[in-house]
């Protein structure tokens, strides 16, 4: 009898949450059939980059696969030998808020989103987003798997973000 073999599958959901997270995160891993396994949420972003990068052992990344450069996004970890510290970096995930704010919702940045509302997209620019990474609600859906992937890659584009920021 072959052991079963799992697929792993990354997300990201982009709603203020309970622990004033602008963007949390999801990892989660299912059998051949299709049944969800095991699931586990992220609000560090660190610690959901050493995952994704493969820098962390994970039951989520059991060959430690780095997903950044298989999907060709920028991210991983930075170590800095001197002082002793890994840092999870990845622009695009930085980015993520700015598809949902017209600027950052919290005190103390003062960067501007790509949403023309205040508080979330236009009707136009959230009908964009769910066709695009297949969500039907912003509020509640993740944005998983080869949909998460497009996006990272989308957001770190700039005729992608300026074309984004005029959907009217």
């Known amino acids: 009898m072959k052991p079963p073999t799992y697929r792993y599958v990354f997300g990201a959901r982009i709603s203020a949450g ?11 891993k299912y059998s051949d059939d299709g049944i969800l396994r095991a699931k586990r949420f992220y609000t560090s972003k660190d ?11 994970s039951p989520f990344n059991p060959n430690k696969i780095d997903h950044f450069k298989e999907n060709q996004v920028v991210g991983g970890v930075f170590v800095n030998d001197t002082i002793r510290v890994e840092v999870g970096y990845c622009p695009s995930l930085d980015s993520l808020w700015k598809i ?19 508080m979330r997209p236009s009707l136009k620019q959230e009908e ?14 993740y944005i998983v798997d080869t949909s998460f992937w497009k996006l990272l890659y989308d957001v770190s584009d700039s005729t992608w973000i300026e074309n984004y920021k005029f959907i009217q």
């Open 18 to 28: 309970v622990n004033s997270t602008v963007v949390s995160f999801v990892a989660m």
């Open 47 to 57: 610690e959901f980059i050493k995952v994704l990068s493969g820098y962390w052992p």
């Open 100 to 118: 949902r704010y017209s600027d950052w919702p919290f005190h103390g940045k003062n960067e501007a989103g790509w949403s023309l509302n205040k």
């Open 128 to 141: 964009y987003l769910a066709k695009r990474y297949n969500i039907k609600q912003l509020d509640f859906d």
